[in-house]
């Protein structure tokens, strides 16, 4: 075994115990999907919709899957009605399109979707891009992309996120 080996069998291994943690302690996770426009049907253009692709738990820049695997904090919504056009700004129009390709896919109403993220392959964790990365053979994770410096050990990482969801701040234990 390379040490690359050793850095990506640890990440690995800190991915499966927070996977455990969170399912434990019984927190909730969100849905992770694809935003997509399906084809034309005889010449008319059918409404965006966003199909599930799986659960994950947010964890600040990382989004963790129930199977260990790992994704780029993307975009996030609400599968709810989206209302009314209300033509206030193009920013909140847009909001309006992604509720409502939520709510057209299938999700519980009311439930946290998250889409236009980018999976991370944690075999090939070198990428210059993504949150995960190695350094001196210790895995990773840089929340400010525009200040790689600023980053922290991924298991420390994960104790403070999953530390977070598992005893949130102002709850008695």
Known sequence: MTDGDGVVADIRESLAHAVRRLEDAGVADEALATFTTPKRILFV???????????VW????????????LHATGTVTR?????????????????????????AGRFEAGDTVNFDTAEIA????DDASSP???????A???WNPTHP???RPLDAYLADRVGLLVEPPGTVG
């Open 132 to 138: 995960l990365f190695v350094d001196a053979g210790v």
């Open 122 to 125: 944690i075999d090939a964790v």
């Open 58 to 69: 947010p964890l600040g820049v990382l989004l963790l899957g129930r199977d260990g695997s």
């Open 79 to 103: 599968a709810v009605p989206p209302g009314y056009p209300g033509y206030q700004s193009p920013g909140v129009e847009v909001r309006r399109g992604y509720r409502a390709a939520a709510h």
């Open 140 to 142: 990773r994770v840089r």
């Open 149 to 151: 410096s600023q980053s």
């Open 45 to 55: 253009q059918r409404a965006p919709v966003m199909l599930p692709v799986g659960r």
